[in-house]
């Protein structure tokens, strides 16, 4: 019990609270809606103690995670402290060998309007430390933090905050699978904090990887500002399955064979009939093996001189340098992407040197001459060329928008010649041909409007 002497009646009235208090604390598991006032200040302070808790857990949780706490988990911890409490003071007058009124009517009601208090004021105190969190973390200039900042850390922070736009205009890559709704609605109107120390591009890529990594889409391509505002924001999915990785022309065939002990995907292969008699009937890549049969890639035309019946056995061929299968296989997981891009008459591209462009060109093909494999700085583009593209997605992007701009504009075309490959197997392998061969005419072909498509 704490004693106070009193001063006047503000003093006597001091007195009296903080006896209350002491009381209550020392005997909580027996109060009940008998005592209003010591009820009320029961109440109150389980309030208070549930919002600090659930408080403190949601700052500890948002410094961990780089996230909002879960509702569930903020109320379960303001209840847990109160339970806690209630069933500490219950066992401590079980062990004074007090009579405590555990299981009457008015304890189990005290008890539960306390959890019920606890749990109706923890939101409170998971959004007032979250907020706390987001400004805090945010005037320290902390990179890996998602929130939305008040004004004053706008103002005073040392921070860019980028803000994503609605779903609506949230747009999708050309020739990448798109991103579901509920996957831009989950992005739509995030902030994300950076440091204001930072270039625009490598504010840009930043954002890029945050996006990539706690959203989990597979492409990003983004115009960002100095100052955090979003220009252009398009996002694709990663392809996936056996179909995109095929070539033009090129087919998948499982086949009831049996494959050698070791042989893995990317192994060249022939299939061989075994009757009536031995028979060599094509050659392919092998791109799978589960159990006795195996997938094999192989040109359409071969396709047609499989039967049903089977019996056909496989013989792995010596290695070989794949040039076009390992560039394809980097491509597909680099953030590059391959495009073909024509420059048609009058555009701003002719007379452009290769070098003053943002993407890399790896080839071009003059209209009226054979492909030139890895040009010069200085070569300018002319009317009519076809220029092989490797490089981002926006650097592409700018490309295509700089050769449509003035001759697709004026004729009221689709808005530039233009191929993204997606970076899938198909278009590297046919494009890396190209490259490499001069021979990209097997695998390209070309639309009503001119459009070089792979």
């Known amino acids: 019990m704490i004693r106070l002497a009193p001063v006047g009646?503000?003093?006597?009235?001091?007195?009296?609270?903080?006896?209350?208090?002491?009381?209550?604390?020392?005997?909580?598991?027996?109060?009940?809606?008998?005592?209003?006032?010591?009820?009320?200040?029961?109440?109150?302070t389980f309030a208070i103690l549930a919002t600090f808790v659930a408080g403190v857990g949601s700052l500890v949780y948002r410094w961990y995670f780089r996230t909002e706490i879960p509702d569930g988990v903020a109320i379960l911890l303001g209840v847990a402290v109160v339970a806690l409490y209630l069933n500490t003071t219950s066992l401590g007058a079980l062990a004074g060998a007090e009579d405590p009124e555990l299981l009457t009517v008015d304890g189990v009601i005290f008890n539960v309007v306390s959890l019920g208090v606890a749990a109706v004021m923890s939101?409170?105190?998971?959004?007032?430390?979250?907020?706390?969190?987001?400004?805090?973390f945010a005037l320290s200039s902390r990179k890996n933090l998602e929130g939305e900042v008040s004004r004053i850390v706008r103002t005073v922070g040392r921070v860019t905050p980028v803000t994503l736009p609605p779903?609506?205009?949230?747009?999708?890559?050309?020739?990448?699978?798109?991103?579901?709704d509920e996957k831009k609605a989950e992005l739509a109107g995030k902030t994300l904090i950076f440091s204001r120390k930072l270039t625009v591009e490598e504010l840009r890529n930043r954002l890029v990887e945050r996006i990539k990594t706690d959203y989990g889409v597979g492409y990003v391509d983004v115009d960002v500002a100095a100052d955090g505002t979003v220009e252009y924001f398009a996002v694709g999915s990663r392809v996936t399955g056996l179909g995109p990785t095929l070539a033009p022309g090129r087919v998948a065939v499982a086949l009831s064979a049996d494959p050698p002990n070791n042989a893995t995907a990317g192994d060249m292969v022939q299939?061989?009939?075994?009757?009536?008699?031995?028979?060599?009937?094509?050659?392919?890549?092998?791109?799978?093996?589960?159990?006795?049969?195996?997938t094999v890639a192989l040109d359409e035309s071969d396709a047609d001189k499989l039967s049903v019946e089977g019996g056909y056995r496989l013989v792995t061929l010596p290695a070989e340098p794949q040039a076009d299968r390992e560039f394809a296989s980097l491509l597909r997981n680099a953030d590059e992407t391959m495009a073909t891009v024509t420059v048609p008459e009058g555009s701003d591209l002719v007379g452009t040197a290769v070098g003053d462009v943002t993407a890399v060109v790896a080839a071009v093909r003059p209209i009226d001459g054979a492909i030139q494999p890895i040009p010069p700085q200085a070569y300018a583009f002319a009317a009519g060329d076809?220029?092989?593209l490797v490089g981002r997605p926006d650097a592409i992007r700018r490309f295509e928008a700089a050769a449509a701009s003035t001759a697709s504009n004026d004729a009221g075309g689709s808005g530039g010649d233009k191929t993204a490959s997606g970076g899938d197997d198909a278009v590297a392998s046919g494009a890396d041909d190209a490259v490499a061969s001069g021979a990209d005419d097997a695998a390209t072909t070309a639309d009503s409007d001119g459009t070089q498509r792979s």
Do not use: C, N
């Open 123 to 136: 939101p409170l105190g998971r959004y007032a430390g979250d907020r706390l969190a987001v400004d805090v």
């Open 9 to 44: 009646d503000g003093g006597a009235m001091l007195a009296s609270t903080v006896w209350t208090t002491s009381t209550m604390v020392g005997a909580a598991g027996g109060v009940t809606f008998s005592q209003p006032q010591l009820a009320a200040i029961t109440l109150v």
């Open 167 to 180: 779903a609506a205009e949230i747009k999708d890559m050309d020739t990448y699978e798109p991103v579901s």
């Open 271 to 294: 299939i061989w009939r075994t009757s009536p008699t031995p028979e060599r009937v094509a050659t392919g890549e092998l791109r799978g093996v589960a159990a006795d049969v195996a």
């Open 386 to 388: 076809t220029a092989f």
